[in-house]
């Protein structure tokens, strides 16, 4: 029989194993901008918050802090750290008081990013850990406030070399099921794709929330926690055991973890702790079988590994969607993997910019060695660094999702009234900063490195900067520098803002490019307000750019003055068939339907597609949760109008309906012919409406595949004779179906939530229009348009993976395109010659990351793509021509810590095996490194 104490006699239901520990796991939760914009928070809360519990840990040895968000910490420092204060932070950091959880510059949504701005910010925040402190990467994830966890998320925190996880949202069955079996605490094995030992976490979730127990949060807003007295102590002790010690039952070892924290708890550190350490010693005076103690999150897991238990093993599946079982029935969170659509598509162009620039900077460091004529600017380095900390903030769980406060839609933040509510606005200001930045960056030294007269201030900017629009407006010719960031030769299409319509683009050999303009806007007729942005036409340039290269064109306008265009109008429709044809597909429909055949040369297969817009009703949706009421109703039954164009770059169509319109264009040229390119435009929604794009097909599946977070494909199993919200998931990058002869993906640069109403029908959520549902201090009230290109292929399964690798490297491995007028610039003869002679990479990979972190150090990075069941060999000597032996080390995946320097944890397991100690690393020999599908090799060359 348990042993039970006199006080514990008072506590009916309560018993305690012998041997229990109860790890009191001081620390805070620092949103990133939520209710308030991220300056806000640090000046009201944070800054106080740092040195209050740094004076309190230094005090007294047996306390204890875990600290996760880096962002705030590198603010402190910068702004507010006395050299006292970072000498005690070091010194407590050095005797393992105060340590790291997770480490990121940021808690990141797990739904939302793809795994490269994951592995970006996550690489962010562990770099500045050792720049400042030299200390290793942390070796517990901690993401407890996402809504929701992947299977990308918990693969790439393996890869990085955590050994655990602590998450906190499930959906409540699972939770229910959990407790119930001891199984609170888990082996996690990811990854289908990527099987092994190597590669899983123990992974721990909260039994009920990431904060303090009830009436334990002192010196939180509004909060009435009793003090602890010595007339209150015996009772306070009775309510913390009854919290508490019921804990014991939903976990298999004798620890419990309980988080003492709460959001931007500890502003009152002494308040928190003065508090705590008399209840802890009541505790621990009046009972011999529990000890209550002060645990960081590393040393909870130290416990739990001593206890020699084995674990239940989790494999291969996420926890999406999060639904919750609440009193007026099923709350689903999936509405935010829609949610300010506009931000999550910036977010990512802003992130492909920055990577793509940093690369620009590796090429240039590879290409001035070998030559040596120089060194990489530290300013250029440091500049881009600042940049990609502004772009990784939009990451964070309430950002990326689009859960903000956005004061001008009514928001006053709830009970946090002292700060800036401004929140979307401020993320927005952020990703223009980090824009800016990279752009001028990069530009001067385009600047300096391609025209003669480059110490005369010559920058290279956006094509669309207003310096840009005048040149051409006055008939002027500008030059156009576009650099490859990839590790192949990419054939695809550039877009240059033009506000005389037509124009040429030639190649600095003096050969023409493929060029082709259509107007955007549709002169003499009424149109959507979704055609009315942007306001100049465009014109399309194909271009073959050869990897880790800057190409140059040059850009003139072929229209006379007086004129102000000169192209082919599309054609307006009246009763009759169009078709859209190139080698790959042909299209074929009519006017006065929706519905279309499409013929694909890959499978030699016809197909039906009825392409509408869906309207949804939500009911207290709000920005989190998706709560419609269904079915659909169609937008519209027909298109209103139809026009279409022939050219020779691309043929298009475009169908309007309503404020909406959908334009699909098939390409003669470029590796974009291989897919069909869809251009949606989404008009104002009336209040309270979701809109969704719907593909109904005469294709048939069960199944619905999306992906995680980009990184490898995930099997949905749809209920859809259960309610449709809860079967309602995340697509990163992807959604389609499989036959046995057929792969439709629709491919998207930003998060969608997807649905599979019908076996033979997909839906894809692209705007909604919402007051609050989840918090009354967060709405959604979007009133701007939208526009959204995506890529459609109907692919054979044997090629479906390559299709992916494909539209991914179109979709997001987008190119840094700056120009100037030709006046400004004298040619050198380096804009006549590639930047660099670098063999491709082998096909099947993918260059993710190829940086300068120093003037003599490239961070490479390079992928399996998984498009070819084969390892990949990359012999890194012979691609990057380099004419001495290089010294190459594996790092792990945030590229901080040497492979050789990380020792994860075994975890026994109830299968009766252990998980691997390995660190994750790739096949290497020498300097020629094998890729299994999927792998990611991460490489520091000296």
Same mark, same amino acid.
């Given at each position: 029989m348990m042993a039970v104490t006199p006080l514990l006699a008072l506590i009916a239901g309560v018993s305690i194993s012998n041997g229990l520990t109860i790890h009191i796991v001081p620390h805070t939760h620092l949103d990133v901008g939520w209710l308030e914009t991220f300056d806000s928070y640090y000046y009201l809360n944070v800054s106080r918050i740092i040195p209050g519990v740094i004076d309190e840990l230094s005090r007294d040895s047996q306390k204890r802090f875990s600290w996760a968000e880096v962002s705030y910490l590198k603010k402190w420092v910068d702004e507010d750290a006395t050299s006292e204060q970072l000498d005690k932070l070091t010194k407590l950091i050095a005797t393992k008081q105060w340590t790291f959880v997770d480490g990121g510059y940021v808690q990141h949504d797990q739904a939302c990013p793809t795994f490269t701005q994951i592995i970006k910010q996550m690489s962010d925040g562990h770099n500045y850990l050792r720049q400042q402190f030299s200390v290793p990467p942390p070796t517990i994830g901690w993401s407890i406030d996402p809504f929701g966890s992947s299977t990308a998320n918990a693969e790439l925190y393996a890869m990085m070399g955590f050994s655990g996880l602590v998450i906190n949202r499930i959906p409540d069955a699972e939770m229910r099921v959990a407790k119930a079996n001891r199984s609170l605490e888990f082996a996690w094995y990811p990854s289908a794709q990527l099987t092994g030992g190597r590669n899983a976490l123990l992974t721990h979730v909260f039994d009920s929330y990431f904060c303090s127990p009830g009436n334990f949060t002192w010196g939180m807003e509004g909060d009435k926690s009793p003090l602890v007295t010595n007339a209150t102590v015996e009772a306070r002790a009775k309510a913390l055991l009854a919290e508490v010690v019921p804990r014991q039952d939903w976990y298999r070892t004798p620890n419990v973890l309980v988080p003492w924290g709460c959001d931007f708890m500890y502003q009152n550190a002494s308040l928190v702790f003065g508090n705590t350490d008399p209840l802890l010693d009541y505790i621990n005076s009046k009972h011999e079988n529990v000890i209550f103690r002060y645990s960081t999150v590393d040393e909870y897991f130290q416990a739990i590994h001593a206890a020699d238990t084995p674990f239940p093993v989790r494999h291969y599946k996420d926890f999406f969607p999060l639904a919750y079982n609440k009193t007026n029935g099923l709350q689903v969170w999936s509405g935010y993997y829609t949610s300010r659509p506009t931000l999550k598509q910036l977010s990512r162009q802003v992130d492909s910019l920055v990577q793509g620039s940093q690369t620009y900077f590796g090429a240039m460091l590879l290409q001035s060695a070998r030559e040596g004529s120089g060194n990489v600017p530290a300013t250029a380095i440091s500049a881009l660094e600042a940049a990609s900390l502004k772009s990784d903030v939009i990451l964070h769980h309430d950002a990326i999702?689009?859960?903000?406060?956005?004061?001008?839609?009514?928001?006053?933040?709830?009970?946090?009234?002292?700060?800036?509510?401004?929140?979307?606005?401020?993320?927005?200001?952020?990703?223009?900063?980090?824009?800016?930045?990279?752009?001028?960056?990069?530009?001067?030294?385009?600047?300096?490195?391609?025209?003669?007269?480059?110490?005369?201030?010559?920058?290279?900017?956006?094509?669309? /900067?207003?310096?840009?629009?005048?040149?051409?407006?006055?008939?002027?010719?500008?030059?156009?520098?576009?650099?490859?960031?990839?590790?192949?030769?990419?054939?695809?299409?550039?877009?240059?803002?033009?506000?005389?319509?037509?124009?040429?683009?030639?190649?600095?050999?003096?050969?023409?490019?493929?060029?082709?303009?259509?107007?955007?806007?549709?002169?003499?007729?009424?149109?959507p307000r979704s055609l009315g942005f942007p306001v100049n036409d465009v014109t399309h340039v194909a271009v073959s750019l050869p990897p880790l290269t800057t190409t140059t064109l040059t850009v003139s306008s072929t229209v006379p003055f007086g004129q102000h265009r000169q192209v082919t109008e599309p054609t307006l429709l009246t009763p009759s068939k169009y078709t859209l044809s190139n080698k790959y597909y042909t299209i074929q429909g009519t006017n006065v339907s929706s519905v279309m055949t499409i013929t694909a040369a890959a499978t030699g297969k016809t197909h039906t597609l009825n392409l509408t817009y869906q309207l949804y009703q939500?009911?207290?949706?709000?920005?989190?949760?998706?709560?419609?009421?269904?079915?659909?109703?169609?937008?519209?039954?027909?298109?209103?109008?139809?026009?279409?164009?022939?050219?020779?770059?691309?043929?298009?169509?475009?169908?309007?309906?309503?404020?909406?319109?959908?334009?699909?264009?098939?390409?003669?040229a470029t590796d974009l012919e291989q897919f069909i390119q869809l251009r949606l435009g989404v008009g104002v929604l009336d209040h309270g409406m979701e809109l969704a794009l719907q593909l109904e097909t005469d294709l048939f599946s /069960?199944?619905?595949?999306?992906?995680?977070?980009?990184?490898?494909?995930?099997?949905?199993?749809?209920?859809?004779?259960?309610?449709?919200?809860?079967?309602?998931?995340?697509?990163?990058?992807?959604?389609?179906?499989?036959?046995? /002869?057929?792969?439709?993906?629709?491919?998207?640069?930003?998060?969608?939530?997807?649905?599979?109403?019908?076996?033979?029908?997909?839906?894809?959520?692209?705007?909604?229009?919402?007051?609050?549902?989840?918090?009354?201090?967060?709405?959604?009230?979007?009133?701007?348009?939208?526009?959204?290109?995506?890529?459609?292929?109907?692919?054979?399964?044997?090629n479906v993976v390559r299709s992916v690798a494909k539209a991914r490297q179109l979709l997001e491995s987008r190119l840094v395109v700056l120009a100037t007028p030709t006046s400004a610039c004298t040619p050198r003869s380096t804009m006549t010659k590639p930047q660099s002679d670098i063999v491709p990479f082998p096909e099947g990979t993918q260059l993710l990351s190829f940086s300068a972190i120093d003037d003599s150090h490239l961070l490479v990075r390079l992928r399996h793509t998984g498009a070819d069941p084969a390892p990949i060999k990359v012999d890194l000597q012979s691609f990057l021509k380099w004419p001495h032996p290089l010294e190459v080390n594996q790092t792990t995946l945030t590229g901080v810590a040497a492979v050789a320097d990380v020792t994860r944890v075994a975890w026994k397991t109830t299968e009766g095996s252990s998980t691997s100690t390995d660190t994750y690393q790739v096949g290497q020999d020498g300097n020629v490194f094998t890729l299994q599908p999927y792998d990611i090799g991460t490489l520091l060359v000296h």
């Open positions: 999702p689009g859960t903000m406060c956005v004061a001008k839609e009514g928001c006053t933040g709830g009970g946090q009234t002292g700060g800036d509510h401004a929140v979307l606005e401020d993320y927005y200001r952020l990703l223009n900063e980090a824009t800016a930045a990279a752009e001028a960056t990069v530009g001067q030294v385009m600047g300096n490195q391609l025209c003669s007269n480059g110490d005369e201030s010559v920058t290279f900017v956006n094509p669309s /900067d207003a310096i840009i629009k005048k040149a051409l407006q006055r008939r002027q010719s500008v030059n156009v520098a576009i650099f490859n960031p990839n590790g192949q030769t990419l054939n695809t299409v550039i877009s240059i803002p033009s506000p005389v319509t037509a124009t040429t683009a030639t190649y600095s050999n003096n050969t023409m490019a493929l060029a082709q303009s259509v107007p955007l806007q549709l002169y003499g007729t009424a149109i939500g009911i207290g949706d709000g920005a989190y949760l998706f709560n419609v009421t269904g079915p659909s109703r169609v937008a519209c039954a027909q298109p209103d109008k139809v026009w279409v164009f022939h050219g020779a770059l691309f043929d298009r169509v475009t169908m309007t309906c309503g404020e909406h319109h959908t334009s699909l264009e098939l390409y003669h /069960d199944t619905l595949v999306t992906d995680s977070n980009g990184f490898e494909p995930m099997f949905r199993h749809p209920n859809r004779s259960g309610t449709l919200k809860a079967s309602s998931y995340p697509s990163t990058s992807y959604v389609g179906v499989d036959t046995d /002869d057929t792969s439709l993906r629709l491919f998207s640069s930003q998060t969608h939530t997807v649905m599979s109403p019908a076996s033979n029908t997909i839906q894809v959520l692209l705007s909604r229009r919402l007051d609050a549902g989840l918090s009354s201090t967060v709405v959604h009230r979007d009133v701007d348009t939208l526009q959204q290109t995506l890529l459609l292929a109907f692919a054979s399964p044997d």
